[in-house]
């Protein structure tokens, strides 16, 4: 979904773009995939696992806007995307048509400067236009940072995936499932 462009003034006083993405973000978009992959152990990906090409991120991020029921959000300062977030679908069937999935992700360098509230504030209200009711995500065990800010926004936990991450050492983390009533 193509929605309306937002500036909003962060704490160390920058202004920071929330857009909706665009083709002609395709390579930013995996920069920063890539950035945020090796700055955290909490994302599904690690960074050697940034394998798409820009051709299949333009693909994907045209699918993204043209989709009515789905956005993808950037978070632009100082023309460095910054951060993203996205709102997907869970189907089209009558009885999960009212639940939307909720993912973000915002590089290190950006963190405590207000980004992810604003984004979350901006992506539920769209949300809600779409006519969602309910968002849901995951939360890795230990990312006590994102759980925090999920908490303030209202997710509620709802249930736990044993050993839900294994990682390259053997070591597993446990995810827990969130969900906020709009």
């Not at 806007?65 to 300062?77: F, G, Q, W």
């Not at 800010?149 to 995936?161: A, D, H, I, P, S």
Request: one cysteine or more; glycine letters at 8%; a negative charge.
């Amino acid at each position: 979904m193509i929605f309306g462009e937002k500036k909003i003034a962060l704490k160390d006083n920058r202004i920071c773009v929330l857009r909706s993405v665009e083709a002609k973000d395709a390579a930013g978009i995996l920069e920063y995939l890539r950035i945020v992959s090796s700055e955290t152990p909490f994302l599904l990906r690690n960074e050697d696992e940034v394998t798409y090409t820009i051709e299949s991120e333009e693909q994907l991020l045209e699918n993204k806007r043209n989709s009515p029921r789905e956005i993808m959000m950037v978070a632009e300062v100082e023309g460095v995307i910054a951060g993203n977030c996205g709102i997907v679908t869970l189907g089209e069937l009558r009885r999960i048509y009212h639940r939307c999935g909720f993912a973000i992700a915002i590089k290190q360098l950006y963190w405590d400067l207000g980004i992810g509230s604003a984004m979350m504030e901006y992506a539920f209200s769209l949300a809600k236009e779409m006519g969602y009711e309910q968002a849901e995500l995951e939360v890795i065990d230990g990312n006590n940072r994102a759980r925090s800010l999920y908490e303030r926004f209202g997710f509620k936990e709802t249930g736990k995936n044993f050993r839900a991450f294994k990682y390259d050492d053997g070591s597993y983390k446990d995810e827990y499932k969130m969900v906020k009533i709009l």
